[in-house]
């Protein structure tokens, strides 16, 4: 019975400290956001420590054009790993290609405007390290629980990342829409002012000439 009683508050301190850790983890991870001026280039650089890490790419156009650039991966050893075309979006695990710094560089090769990317660099991250040997029964259904937890978590986070850029998305093309159209209107009420006169122009030197005539 003794054992039972603190079976239980043990699997809760177990669980809230690996979910602790979860969070902490994944709260170092924020997202970055760069501007792409026309037919410019932008990079990111990471290093690489061990042979066995992954690392978890992902990235958006949130503004700009058509929403499509150009994406490359570039080992230490100079390689090409990646190489997107006219994509506006991608979400990717890089295994490791070497120990060293790799690069993340983005061209915004289409169109003239200006465009917002927004990039998450993120190591796959590992609950825990201990050895099996080691862990009990409470652990590992912690372990389990905790994370059940941070796959809902990062479905939730793409999820809201998606809905936000195509909200981004969506504004700026709203905002380009309504460049355009008060543009067209100023064109319409030019046009308009350049035909009133001209009729008025016209119409004075009919009426201008007959007069002469009959005089």
């Known amino acids: ?24 983890a994944s709260s170092g991870y924020a997202p970055v956001a760069i501007t792409l001026p026309a037919f410019s280039k932008e990079c990111l650089y990471y290093d690489m420590a061990s042979e066995d890490d992954s690392l978890a790419v992902g990235y958006q156009v949130l503004t700009g054009g058509n929403f499509e650039i150009d994406f490359d991966i570039t080992a230490p050893d100079g390689a090409v790993i990646t190489s997107e075309r006219q994509k506006k979006y991608s979400d990717f695990l890089l295994k490791s290609f070497g120990v060293g710094q790799y690069s993340f560089c983005f061209s915004n090769n ?21 050895s099996e040997s080691e862990i009990n029964n409470d652990d590992i259904i912690a372990n389990n629980a905790v994370e059940e937890i941070d796959r809902n978590l990062n479905r939730i986070t793409k999820a809201l990342n998606y809905l936000r850029a195509r909200e981004w998305r969506n504004m700026s093309t709203v905002n380009s829409t309504e460049s355009r159209l008060t543009w067209l209107s100023i064109l319409i009420m030019v046009v308009v002012v350049i035909i009133s006169v001209a009729q008025v122009l016209l119409i004075q030197f009919l009426f201008t000439g007959r007069q002469k005539n009959y005089v």
């Open 110 to 130: 289409y169109g003239t405007a200006l465009k917002k990317v927004e990039i998450t660099l993120e190591m796959e991250k590992t609950l825990t390290d201990e």
């Open 1 to 24: 019975m003794i054992k039972s009683s603190f079976a239980l508050p043990t699997f809760f301190v177990v669980l809230i400290l690996a979910l602790v850790n979860s969070v902490r």
